[in-house]
């Protein structure tokens, strides 16, 4: 049973515009939410996070939204780039350290 | 500068043969952890630590095995490698403290067993 989804597979967005990646749970004892990117053959980079007492926090072009009633958590990247081409993992966790991630959403950003 | 280092990045390897994947980190993390993760799938946990001498399962049932003697050091070891075992590896590890939750990723391993 999946407690963190990743519903869509893969984004295309064009360069400039907004990029919205989504990720749904279903464990309410999560209350930490991470996102990370990675690309081919490399590591998964931790890009933003937000604590559930939180339901916004904001990093340069990266913002991360948290819904708690929905149990529903957004990334929005605005302006896309071609570099912000990558697969963006969502994670969850709750009293213990350990990590949930969803499946991963492929993102591409063309000119 | 701080980092964390997996070796080797890919493996090519025939069924039966033991093999070790390494991992070490200059952070003075005391928590350290493995995932195994296939295309298009989710990281899942296979084994963690929290200092030395720790070692714990994850979620994940792996037949590896792993240990930790020194705090920078957590290799993962498997005695007879299988297909089955085909999957990239990625180590990780983040400070020791309440409300810490992100953890940095080396840049993994890819093994492919023939």
């Known amino acids: 049973d999946q407690q963190v989804k990743q519903n869509s597979p893969s984004l295309s967005v064009q360069e400039g515009r907004i990029s919205i990646l989504n990720c749904d749970y279903t464990?309410?004892?999560?209350?930490?939410f991470l996102w990370y990117k990675k690309y081919p053959a490399e590591g998964p980079t931790f890009l933003i996070s937000?604590?559930?007492?939180?339901d916004k926090n904001e990093d340069g072009r990266f913002t991360v939204f948290l819904n708690k009633s929905a149990k529903h958590l957004s990334l929005h990247i605005v302006p896309s780039q071609p570099g912000d081409s990558a697969v963006y993992f969502c994670a969850a966790s709750g009293h213990t350290d350990k990590l949930i991630f969803g499946t991963g959403t492929r993102l591409q950003v063309f000119p | 500068e701080a980092d964390i280092y997996q070796t080797p990045r890919y493996l090519v390897i025939g069924t039966g043969k033991k093999i070790t994947l390494e991992c070490s980190q200059t952070m003075g993390h005391d928590k350290m952890y493995w995932y195994q993760q296939d295309p298009g799938m989710e990281l899942h946990l296979i084994h963690y630590?929290?200092?030395?001498?720790?070692?714990e399962k994850g979620d994940l049932s792996s037949e590896s095995t792993v240990s930790r003697i020194r705090t920078e050091h957590f290799p993962l070891t498997l005695e007879s490698a299988r297909p089955s075992h085909t999957s990239q590896y990625l180590c990780?590890?983040?400070?020791f403290g309440t409300g810490v939750h992100e953890q940095y990723f080396g840049p993994g391993t890819r093994l492919t067993v023939t």
């Open positions: 630590s929290y200092g030395v001498n720790s070692t």
């Open positions: 464990n309410s004892m999560f209350d930490y």
């Open positions: 937000i604590s559930s007492i939180k």
């Open positions: 990780a590890s983040s400070e």
